[in-house]
């Protein structure tokens, strides 16, 4: 899974006028639901794996121990709620970073596919028995890429679903967020399929449709 606005919330940062990654411990929060979703997960006995675009450091905006601390953090809170997280997976790169040893165009960068393909390789994980929850279109595309079943978490803003199509990038579910993806999920590992199609907005044939 992706971890900004599926695990944690987005944060106003008013020095660059952005809402992006929280640079500090202090600023993550879960998402209301988030913890309980991982619980949900582990419970089903699947491996939580965290994949995230983090080019932060890159841009000077935080550093390497920050990004630790608040990775730290993340953990931390979700293992308080009785949830863990197996594993996570930075792509730290950035094709315009300020700092030279993170400019480059990597194959771990979403939408590029390397941190599921890494994360596969490092677990033995089946990716065709696999899924990528994320908010971000690269997500999604990544996920195609990599052969999993894909859950984009989204408010179901119209403009949003015409990038979908525009792109090609059609998630398999469309999803409120972190929590429902884990009732799809459920659904799917269970043979429920009534349960996944009830914790979902639509899947991919309304999303073409809502067009």
């Given amino acids: 899974m992706d971890r900004d606005g599926v695990i944690n919330s987005y944060v106003y940062h008013p020095d660059f006028g952005t809402v992006d990654s929280p640079s500090q411990p202090s600023q993550f929060s879960l998402v209301p ?20 675009n983090q080019p932060g450091v890159a841009k000077r905006k935080f550093s390497l121990n ?7 953090r993340m953990r931390g809170l979700v293992r308080t ?21 993170y400019r480059k ?7 590029q596919p390397g941190l599921l393909l890494g994360a596969a390789k ?15 279109i690269v997500d999604i595309a990544a996920g195609h890429t990599a ?11 119209t403009y949003v679903c015409e990038e979908l199509v525009r792109q090609n990038v059609i998630p398999d579910f469309v999803v409120r967020d972190l929590f429902h993806a884990s009732e799809v999920i ?17 899947n991919p044939t309304a999303v073409r449709n809502l067009l």
């Fill in 33 to 52: 639901g988030a913890a309980e979703a991982i619980a949900n997960l582990n419970r089903l006995g699947l491996l939580v794996v965290v994949v995230s």
């Fill in 122 to 136: 490092r677990f033995k994980i089946n990716l065709a028995e696999s899924y990528m929850v994320g908010d971000g």
């Fill in 186 to 202: 459920e659904g799917l590992e269970t043979g429920n399929f009534a349960l996944a199609e009830q914790c979902s907005f639509m």
């Fill in 81 to 101: 709620a009785g949830a863990t997280i197996d594993h996570v997976s930075y792509c730290l790169h950035h094709p315009e970073s300020v700092l030279p040893a």
């Fill in 66 to 72: 920050q990004l630790r601390a608040i990775t730290h």
């Fill in 105 to 111: 165009k990597c194959d771990c960068r979403k939408p």
């Fill in 147 to 157: 052969g999993v079943t894909t859950l984009f978490v989204s408010s179901l803003k």
